[in-house]
């Protein structure tokens, strides 16, 4: 969305599209979030569940991670013996080194690079956010900010698994564009099912669905423009 063919960051683009966020974000925190939330929790179901456990951050990383190590394994594998025989004394230097040769141009690196960025922004905003989740609206009919707080139960803004989802789902698209419709859809199912559980508020899935799409367009032209000199 905030990238250019050959991957240049369209930076007004991104400006605009952060103003368009902040502006939604401002207006369900004010307005819509209430009744919006209320309406989408008619919607919950049991296939909402298990997007819960499945696109948590961590499961996006772990699966990233494990297949980006099973392509490295397969790559190393296809060299002859006799040149995996003389690895045998090489320092740790090297070995990153041709680690990173050999993965910087797969999937999981885009994949896992690009959710684990998207995550450490969150987790940073939910900290210094610090919003109440909509349990306490439930329960007490209970709302607002108690920054900073390090507590679940104040770490609603953004929301994790939208932004976990955004950040690899978006990518693979961008990666792949035959199936962008596909994933980029997921990402938005995934983003409403999280305020249908009752886990977020509808701006909470708007600022991390934001946050996803500019950190895999940003990390997919850091390592298009710069990933062979990350490891020298």
Do not use: Q
Request: charged residues 15%; positive net charge; contains cysteine.
């Amino acid at each position: 969305m905030f990238l250019t063919k050959d991957n240049k960051i369209k930076w007004k683009w991104l400006g605009v599209g952060a103003a368009v966020t902040a502006g939604l974000v401002a207006l369900g925190i004010l307005w819509f979030d209430k009744p919006l939330y209320l309406f989408l929790r008619n919607f919950d179901c049991g296939l909402f569940r298990v997007f819960d456990v499945v696109f948590a951050a961590k499961i996006w990383l772990l699966v990233s991670a494990v297949v980006l190590v099973v392509f490295y394994i397969k790559k190393a594998w296809s060299v002859p013996p006799r040149i995996r025989n003389a690895r045998n004394h090489i320092s740790v230097a090297v070995i990153m080194k041709d680690f990173w040769n050999k993965v910087r141009n797969s999937y999981a690196v885009f994949v896992l690079s690009s959710v684990l960025a998207a995550s450490a922004v969150a987790g940073v905003l939910k900290v210094l956010i610090g919003r109440a989740r909509p349990v306490f609206f439930e329960a007490l009919d209970m709302t607002g900010f108690f920054p900073p707080s390090f507590e679940w139960a104040f770490n609603s803004m953004p929301s994790g698994h939208t932004v976990a989802t955004f950040a690899g789902l978006v990518m693979l698209g961008l990666l792949a564009p035959r199936v962008k419709w596909f994933t980029w859809t997921l990402a938005i199912v995934v983003g409403i099912s999280r305020v249908c559980v009752g886990a977020h508020w509808p701006s909470d899935v708007i600022l991390g669905a934001f946050i996803g799409m500019a950190m895999a367009d940003l990390v997919k032209a850091l390592l298009k423009r710069h990933g062979a000199d990350i490891i020298k």
